[in-house]
């Protein structure tokens, strides 16, 4: 699996280490990140299971991962349409 995310075409910036811990929100709603030692380049869906792992226990990943990642990825469409058109989400 790590050598398939490694060769991946589309890589971005990753923070690397993306647990709840490293992020909190402000009173706007805003999210705001720590902790950037870790950034690299990689797959961004990673840091979302490092973000969910973080959150959610064995139980709780197995019964709603389908449907933040659903979530996840309606919304990285949406991104990909506005910021990177020529690209075929």
Known sequence: LNSAL???DYQTLIHGDA???NFS???QGHILGYDFQYVGAGVGVVDVMYFM???LDDSELHKHAQTYLDY???QFKNA???Y???VNA
């Open 6 to 8: 490694k060769q991946c």
């Open 19 to 21: 647990k709840l811990a």
């Open 25 to 27: 929100a402000n009173s």
């Open 53 to 55: 792992t973080s959150c």
């Open 72 to 74: 996840y990825f309606s």
């Open 80 to 82: 990909l349409s506005h």
């Open 84 to 86: 990177q058109p020529a």
